[in-house]
Each structure stands twice: as C-alpha cells, then as structure tokens.
C-alpha cells in the first residue's frame, strides 16, 4: 500500500475576516473531499483571514492511481477563482 498527501498553501485575497476565510475553506474541503473521497485537514494558519494550509491525503495499491487522484485534487484548486495557490508539494510513503 501507498499512501500520497498533497500540501498546499493558499492565499485567500478577498477574505476581510475569518468568516469568509472559512467559506472558502470549507468549500475545497467538502467539495473535494466527497469528489475523489480524499482525507482533508486544514494544517497551518488557522488564525490568519488571508492565508490557509491544507494536506490531502490518498492510499492505493500503486502509485500512478494516487498520483492521478492528488493531480486532480491539485488541479481543481489551482483553476480555483477565489484563491490562489502559493506553494504545493507531493509526497509519497
């Protein structure tokens, strides 16, 4: 068994407080996690309105299935409108 996790930090420029912050947050979260039955969780700056980290994770048998599902995930963020992708990496164990 593989498993991938994706980490992505994100700006959120039109969040004028942690409510809207969270809007967008939980939006990807939900969204994505119910698309491609990914494990989500916010890791990093829970306490700042403008910025969020995210780690998603994904366990298969070979690392092309996995790689292609956490591609998506990333993909789907990154053509996102209401925030912007800063920095990503993958890793896989």
């Not at 700006?11 to 698309?35: C, D, E, M």
């Amino acid at each position: 068994m593989l498993v991938g996790v994706l980490h992505i930090e994100l700006h959120i420029p039109h969040a004028t407080g942690l409510k809207a912050r969270r809007q967008v947050v939980q939006s990807i979260k939900t969204g994505l996690r119910n698309k491609f039955n990914v494990s989500v969780a916010e890791v990093d700056h829970q306490d700042l309105w403008q910025r969020a980290a995210l780690a998603f994770a994904c366990a298969g048998n070979d690392r092309a299935t996995v790689d292609a599902t956490l591609q998506r995930v990333f993909s789907i963020i990154d053509a996102r409108t209401d925030c912007e992708v800063t920095a990503h990496r993958f890793e896989f164990r």
